[in-house]
Nanobody, 117 residues
Framework: QVQLVESGGGMVQAGGSLRLSCAAS??????MGWYRQAPGKQRELVAT???????NYADSVKGRFTISRDNAKNTVYLQMSSLKPEDTAVYYC?????????????WGQGTQVTVSS
């Protein structure tokens, strides 16, 4: 079974920075990612990173957020800078994981990020 443990998050003023971490255990696929869900909105992609380091970002966070990973630790990070109130959401780590007989999506428990104006 795959387990994801998130850390980081919290409350910060606009313009501030936060760093999220997500440690995965078990057999996981090559891509790790971060998603977020604001109140009343659908969950949306924030950023993904492959095992080779290729990254993809939502337009709304390009130039402000940086995703990285430590393959030896199966850990993915999200460095968030120049935060805006509209970044307020619950952030979820995502990986594809092997159940023992199939691949499926796994999600972290979610961590709240609140940006005040």
């Amino acid at each position: 079974q795959v387990q994801l443990v998130e850390s980081g998050g919290g409350m910060v003023q606009a313009g501030g920075s936060l760093r999220l971490s997500c440690a995965a255990s078990g057999t996981i696929g090559s891509t790790m990612g971060w998603y977020r869900q604001a109140p009343g909105k659908q969950r949306e992609l924030v950023a993904t990173i492959t095992g080779g380091g290729a990254t993809n970002y939502a337009d709304s966070v390009k130039g402000r957020f940086t995703i990285s990973r430590d393959n030896a630790k199966n850990t993915v990070y999200l460095q968030m800078s120049s935060l805006k109130p509209e970044d307020t959401a619950v952030y979820y780590c995502n990986v594809r994981g092997w159940t023992g007989y199939a691949w499926r999506d796994y999600w972290g428990q979610g961590t709240q990020v609140t940006v005040s104006s």
